[in-house]
């Protein structure tokens, strides 16, 4: 709380108001040195190369990447002339995907961020259930991710296609993107 701009408990109206809680400005200072950057506090839970469009939600539970993301419609007027949902993604030669899992437990702050210079070209929302992320519960329900309310963000970066998804659970079922209501 010695971060938050407003430190007392007792200010915020309700849990929905606390995990939106503003920070101190000097709370997070962000590292001008590094390509991408956390976009939110919380811990990783995997970090890892996307393998077979699959992606590992905690260790060995995966999500189909294409479950997750929704099929391609922005790029609807574009030849596609590869096969893979994955090799489709990779626009320049030679990269491969990437993906952070990142979890924000219920006294994390809950406001994410950019996480580099990126455009974004298409946002698309899921509603879903509200089931909780938490790493234990993530181990029993494959696909998780999928079946939670969600916000993805799609654009591209210095090195191609670029992603960013919010995911709802349990208390945390709204998702506010500021630049784009």
Known sequence: MKEAAVE???????LS???RRKL??????????????????GKILHFGRVKNCEVEQVKGVTYSL?????????????????TSFQDQLVTQEGNELYHCVIYLAPGDYHCFHSPTDWNVYHRRHFPG??????PGVARWIKELFCYNERVVLTGSWKHGFFSLT????????SIRIYFDR
């Not at 007392?8 to 309700?14: F, K, P, S, T, V």
């Not at 101190?24 to 506090?41: G, N, Y």
């Not at 259930?129 to 938490?134: E, I, T």
């Open 8 to 14: 007392d408990l007792h200010q915020y109206r309700n």
């Open 129 to 134: 259930s509200l089931m909780s992320v938490n």
């Open 66 to 82: 294409e479950s997750f993301l929704g099929p391609q419609t922005w790029t609807d007027n574009l030849p596609v002339t590869k």
């Open 166 to 173: 919010a995911v709802g659970a349990t208390n945390v079922g």
């Open 24 to 41: 101190k400005p000097q709370a997070r200072p962000v590292c001008d040195s590094h390509s991408v950057i956390s976009p939110a506090d």
């Open 17 to 19: 108001e606390f995990f």
